[in-house]
């Protein structure tokens, strides 16, 4: 069989290795994909394992077909320059002698993915990075089995030659220092996306590896030189900057002065003088492009942090992501940039009641994704008239929605206002006599949601109690979803029956995606004979979804 070159160059090889803790069968060491047509001249990318020296596995213990692969894997690397993209791990007991051969031939990688779970192979990989200069994306990573972090000081020495002048996004897993990036920075005139996550601490603070006896700091080496204190420093091209982990070297702050480029930031947690001398930054007009804050739940330990939110210029937030967000920096945003939001994120709100006037005042957002904390589960009239006011939503993602019939009395962190329970009311005349107050609920919030004619995206998932999707309880309401492409029910809900997915049918053209909990056969069998183009995923109560 012949492939197409557009597609054999999306192609990844794995060859998978042999785990000595796991009890996998010795065989199974090569797993790969079209091989038999494997064609060197249009083949782009490339995705190995390098496979354990251990004790129990020796090449007498595999069959004549996996030693035969393990030939041919071998016949690959001799074309490994014209691998572009590369995806590479390398596992415990890797013998060292290894890494030199393995790695010689790949000399013109554009992006390269790597996991390294020891010293040898993370400074294999940074010599893979040192001698491609025409590398654009970088992502290495620590992946030890254990929680021990590889420390790396000397981590620009991968790229402080100055050659690497098309990087442009650099992710690392590793504890470095501020003084090591300002280099790195200095040396990638292209770099605007950069990634870490680990600390950020001063010289002294930083062990070289997992074996070094607690508190022995890393002092042999000199401090990296760097210009970045000096008046006449000039700026670097940074647009993105995420901060997964503690924060403890002040040098930071003068970092971000040469970064008046930067529109996204994210925070973890920090030392008093970070938070103070980012604030003077914002308050000084010193980072006048930052649109976007995103904010990890352990940086808000301490309520006193939202003093960033409050630094940044009025009316000047599109975006924000906020874990945990305090009731106060809820308050600021919609004071400070109603106007402006468009993209919010919020996991784990503590108050939906709240969050109902947050919305109200934001009417520009055009994506809402949102979680409830407390209860696993909040009451659908909190959120009734939530987005509602944004009628230019295009992506909705409302997580941990159930409906009052299940909510205990004494898990309602709040009484209902009376204008959601007004809405009910308003609209009782059209259900059926009797109709129960929990369905009513959801009636009106289907009608709701049938007013955001501009969604493209609309995910009402894992709720704790699950919505009844159905014609009869307010399902012809979103009728007018006409831009609806995708459209996530969660682990627990799915449509009622087949007259559902007709109505999805003639009502949504644009609709390319499905994910529901389980279809009954008979709905599984229409869709397979009547909308065969639609992707449908189902998800299992756990949350794992399947095609």
Not at 131 to 152: E, P, T
Not at 352 to 361: E, I, Q
Not at 530 to 542: C, D, F, I, Q, R
């Given at each position: 069989?012949?492939?197409?070159?557009?597609?054999?160059?999306?192609?990844?090889?794995?060859?998978?290795?042999?785990?000595?803790?796991?009890?996998?069968?010795?065989?199974?060491?090569?797993?790969?994909?079209?091989?038999?047509?494997?064609?060197?001249?249009?083949?782009?990318?490339?995705?190995?394992?390098?496979?354990?020296?251990?004790?129990?596995?020796?090449?007498?213990?595999?069959?004549?077909?996996?030693?035969?692969?393990?030939?041919?894997?071998?016949?690959?690397?001799?074309?490994?320059?014209?691998?572009?993209?590369?995806?590479?791990?390398?596992?415990?007991?890797?013998?060292?002698?290894?890494?030199?051969?393995?790695?010689?031939?790949?000399?013109?990688?554009?992006?390269?993915?790597?996991?390294?779970?020891?010293?040898?192979?993370?400074?294999?990989?940074?010599?893979?990075?040192?001698?491609?200069?025409?590398?654009?994306?970088?992502?290495?990573?620590?992946?030890?089995?254990?929680?021990?972090?590889?420390?790396?000081?000397?981590?620009?020495?991968?790229?402080?030659?100055?050659?690497?002048?098309?990087?442009?996004?650099?992710?690392?897993?590793?504890?470095?220092?501020?003084?090591?990036?300002?280099?790195?920075?200095?040396?990638?005139?292209?770099?605007?996306?950069?990634?870490?996550?680990?600390?950020?601490?001063?010289?002294?603070?930083?062990?070289?590896?997992?074996?070094?006896?607690?508190?022995?700091?890393?002092?042999?080496?000199?401090?990296?030189?760097?210009?970045?204190?000096?008046?006449?420093?000039?700026?670097?091209?940074?647009?993105?900057?995420?901060?997964?982990?503690n924060v403890s070297d002040p040098v930071l702050i003068d970092l971000?002065?040469?970064?008046?480029?930067?529109?996204?930031?994210?925070?973890?947690?920090?030392?008093?003088?970070?938070?103070?001398?980012?604030?003077?930054?914002?308050?000084?007009?010193?980072?006048?492009?930052?649109?976007?804050?995103?904010?990890?739940?352990?940086?808000?330990?301490?309520?006193?942090?939202?003093?960033?939110?409050?630094?940044?210029?009025?009316?000047?937030?599109?975006?924000?992501?906020?874990?945990?967000?305090?009731?106060?920096?809820?308050?600021?945003?919609?004071?400070?940039?109603?106007?402006?939001?468009?993209?919010?994120?919020?996991?784990?709100?503590?108050?939906?009641?709240?969050?109902?006037?947050?919305?109200?005042?934001?009417?520009?957002?055009?994506?809402?994704?949102?979680?409830?904390?407390?209860?696993?589960?909040?009451?659908?009239?909190?959120?009734?008239?939530?987005?509602?006011?944004?009628?230019?939503?295009?992506?909705?993602?409302?997580?941990?929605?159930?409906?009052?019939?299940?909510?205990?009395?004494?898990?309602?962190?709040?009484?209902?206002?009376?204008?959601?329970?007004?809405?009910?009311?308003?609209?009782?005349?059209?259900?059926?006599?009797?109709?129960?107050?929990?369905?009513?609920?959801?009636?009106?919030?289907?009608?709701?949601?049938g007013e955001m004619t501009k969604l493209r995206k609309l995910k009402?998932?894992?709720?704790?109690?699950?919505?009844?999707?159905?014609?009869?309880?307010?399902?012809?309401?979103?009728?007018?979803?006409?831009?609806?492409?995708?459209?996530?029910?969660?682990?627990?809900?799915?449509?009622?029956?087949?007259?559902?997915?007709?109505?999805?049918?003639?009502?949504?053209?644009?609709?390319?995606?499905?994910?529901?909990?389980?279809?009954?056969?008979?709905?599984?069998?229409?869709?397979?004979?009547?909308?065969?183009?639609?992707?449908?995923?189902?998800?299992?109560?756990?949350?794992?979804?399947?095609?």
């Amino acid at each position: 069989m012949t492939h197409h070159p557009l597609e054999l160059s999306e192609v990844r090889l794995h060859i998978a290795q042999y785990l000595p803790l796991a009890d996998h069968k010795a065989c199974a060491l090569v797993r790969k994909a079209w091989y038999d047509d494997f064609q060197p001249l249009i083949w782009q990318r490339l995705s190995f394992g390098i496979p354990v020296q251990s004790t129990r596995l020796s090449s007498s213990s595999l069959d004549d077909k996996a030693q035969q692969q393990v030939r041919e894997v071998d016949d690959l690397y001799k074309n490994a320059h014209l691998v572009k993209h590369l995806t590479a791990w390398i596992v415990h007991e890797t013998a060292k002698e290894q890494y030199e051969t393995l790695f010689e031939r790949f000399d013109h990688l554009v992006t390269l993915e790597a996991w390294a779970s020891d010293r040898d192979g993370w400074e294999a990989f940074k010599e893979l990075i040192r001698r491609n200069d025409g590398l654009q994306q970088v992502k290495l990573n620590d992946s030890s089995r254990v929680w021990r972090n590889i420390a790396d000081p000397d981590l620009h020495t991968a790229l402080s030659e100055g050659k690497h002048t098309q990087l442009r996004r650099l992710d690392i897993t590793c504890e470095t220092t501020v003084a090591s990036l300002l280099i790195i920075l200095e040396a990638c005139p292209a770099l605007d996306e950069l990634i870490v996550d680990r600390s950020l601490a001063t010289l002294s603070e930083i062990k070289w590896d997992s074996n070094q006896e607690e508190g022995e700091g890393y002092t042999n080496l000199p401090t990296p030189s760097t210009t970045a204190t000096t008046t006449s420093a000039p700026t670097f091209s940074l647009q993105q900057f995420f901060l997964k982990a503690n924060v403890s070297d002040p040098v930071l702050i003068d970092l971000l002065k040469r970064c008046p480029r930067l529109w996204r930031l994210g925070f973890n947690a920090m030392t008093d003088v970070i938070h103070q001398g980012i604030c003077t930054l914002l308050q000084e007009g010193l980072l006048p492009n930052l649109n976007t804050v995103h904010f990890a739940r352990q940086f808000f330990s301490c309520p006193r942090h939202s003093d960033i939110l409050f630094s940044v210029p009025p009316q000047q937030l599109r975006e924000v992501e906020i874990e945990d967000p305090y009731p106060d920096m809820i308050a600021a945003l919609y004071e400070l940039h109603g106007e402006t939001l468009e993209r919010v994120r919020f996991s784990h709100v503590p108050n939906p009641v709240g969050f109902t006037g947050f919305l109200l005042r934001c009417p520009k957002i055009k994506q809402l994704e949102v979680s409830v904390s407390g209860q696993e589960y909040a009451d659908i009239r909190y959120l009734i008239a939530s987005p509602w006011a944004c009628l230019d939503l295009e992506v909705l993602d409302v997580k941990s929605l159930g409906l009052s019939k299940e909510v205990p009395s004494s898990d309602i962190e709040a009484p209902l206002p009376e204008w959601i329970l007004e809405l009910a009311a308003d609209e009782k005349n059209e259900y059926a006599p009797g109709c129960p107050e929990w369905e009513q609920s959801q009636i009106v919030f289907m009608k709701r949601l049938g007013e955001m004619t501009k969604l493209r995206k609309l995910k009402i998932g894992d709720a704790k109690s699950s919505l009844t999707w159905s014609l009869s309880t307010g399902f012809a309401y979103l009728a007018e979803l006409w831009a609806l492409e995708e459209v996530d029910f969660g682990a627990r809900s799915k449509v009622d029956s087949i007259a559902e997915l007709e109505f999805m049918k003639d009502c949504w053209p644009n609709l390319q995606k499905m994910v529901s909990a389980e279809l009954a056969p008979g709905e599984r069998k229409w869709l397979d004979e009547n909308w065969p183009e639609l992707t449908v995923e189902t998800k299992a109560a756990s949350g794992s979804a399947q095609e």
